[in-house]
């Protein structure tokens, strides 16, 4: 489809998908020969993350490999449509398996979303294990990190969201984020540009959410600040002990 757009649009296509070079080239996020499982959900990030990793692989020095895993929870009453997963990995000549799961992921006085994701990763994670797959690629990106790291500040006082390249089971698998450096904004115009329409999200679950209060505390600080969350990403980087108190002993 990009070759139909016009100069503009396929200039921010490059341009996103340089951004995530550039990711998996500063955090060393992916080596020839690797073996890596994208973890689907039909929502825009997976499956932007899933086309720029398959546009990537085409360049030199990107010889990996890619398999995509949906996980369905049965216990949930939303489904991803398995039609729309199976077309999209198909025109991209990307293996593609769907997982179920069908214990509880409910439980009470718990946020359902917390479960529901950490069942999804644990069936993932054995997955790529069980079929020699050394790196899980996840959809996250930097307006997910920073309000991960809003949440972990003010429910439970620590300076912590997620890493780029996390070792998992002893190194036995990494966990990857090439999304890192992009925003939700840029991965909602990327998607709309490679002609993929995310299916409606219907999960009666996603209102009650922390996540999407911080994600609307996002969007209020953002309008004090465009780039608040370029800056916020870059802060955690550019530590300056000088002016913070030292840390708190356990």
């Known amino acids: 489809m ?19 070079l550039k990711a998996i080239r500063d955090f060393r996020l992916i080596s020839p020969g690797d073996r890596i499982t994208v973890g689907i959900s039909g929502g825009k990030d997976s499956m932007a993350l899933l ?19 949906h996980v369905d929870l049965e216990d949930i009453p939303y489904h991803a449509p398995e039609d729309v997963l199976k077309k999209f990995t ?8 769907r997982l179920t799961f069908s214990g509880p992921v409910l439980r009470e006085g718990k946020q359902p979303c917390f479960y529901c994701a950490w069942n999804r990763r644990k069936m993932l994670f054995q997955w790529a294990h069980e079929n020699g797959f050394n790196k ?16 972990n500040m003010i429910y439970h006082g620590e300076t912590s969201a997620f890493a780029p390249k996390q070792e998992m089971f002893g190194g036995l698998l ?24 995310p299916p409606p999200y219907d999960c009666p679950y996603a209102a009650d959410n922390h996540r999407e209060r ?15 969350t370029a800056n916020i990403l870059r802060a955690l980087r ?8 030292p840390p708190e002993t356990k």
């Open 51 to 69: 086309d720029i990793l398959h546009n990537r692989r085409q360049l030199p020095g990107m010889d990996f490999e890619l398999a995509a895993v």
């Open 136 to 151: 899980v690629a996840l959809g996250h990106h930097a307006d997910d990190l920073v309000e991960t790291l809003m949440m």
């Open 90 to 97: 198909q025109e991209r000549n990307i293996s593609y398996t």
């Open 238 to 245: 550019n530590i300056n002990p000088r002016y913070l108190p």
């Open 174 to 197: 990494h966990i990857i984020r090439p999304l890192y450096y992009l925003t939700n904004k840029e991965i909602e115009r990327y998607v709309k540009l490679i002609g993929y329409t």
């Open 214 to 228: 911080f994600r609307d505390l996002l969007q209020q600080i953002k309008r004090l600040h465009p780039k608040a």
């Open 2 to 20: 990009s070759t139909r757009l016009p100069k503009s649009d396929k200039a921010f296509l490059e341009k996103i998908r340089s951004q995530s």
